[in-house]
């Protein structure tokens, strides 16, 4: 069974950077796609970066697009979020994600969440 680990969350002022990172353990080869959604107060869930590791595409919202940078280390079965140029309204709750594929991930696997706030 697949287990999302989240880490890397906190508080930091808007234009600040951090790095969300997520342990990815028991990855099956049905496993093709991981992601980041975030969820903030009040408001619905929201997609924010994935990549494929069947095609090796990226993708990205665009309110992160050229801000935020999903990477992975498939040696260390981890995956990144390079969050750059913070805004107050990147505040939420970040969970890692992995699924079969990019569209269908949020039917998979879901870490337990770390909260981002970015104050102005």
């Known amino acids: 069974q697949m287990h999302l680990g989240e880490s890397g969350g906190g508080l930091v002022q808007a234009g600040d950077s951090l790095r969300l990172s997520c342990a990815v353990s028991?990855?099956?080869?049905?496993?093709?796609?991981v992601g980041w959604f975030r969820q903030a107060p009040g408001k619905e869930r929201q997609f924010v970066a994935a990549?494929?590791?069947?095609?090796?595409?990226?993708y990205y919202e665009d309110s992160v697009k050229g801000r935020f940078t999903i990477s992975r280390d498939t040696a260390k079965n981890m995956v990144y979020l390079q969050m750059d140029s913070l805004k107050p309204e990147d505040t939420a709750v970040y969970y890692c994600?992995?699924?079969?594929?990019?569209?269908?991930?949020?039917?998979?696997?879901w870490g337990q969440g770390t909260q981002v706030t970015v104050s102005s």
């Open positions: 994600v992995a699924g079969t594929s990019v569209s269908t991930m949020t039917s998979g696997s």
């Open positions: 028991g990855r099956t080869f049905t496993t093709n796609a």
């Open positions: 990549f494929s590791w069947r095609t090796g595409r990226t």
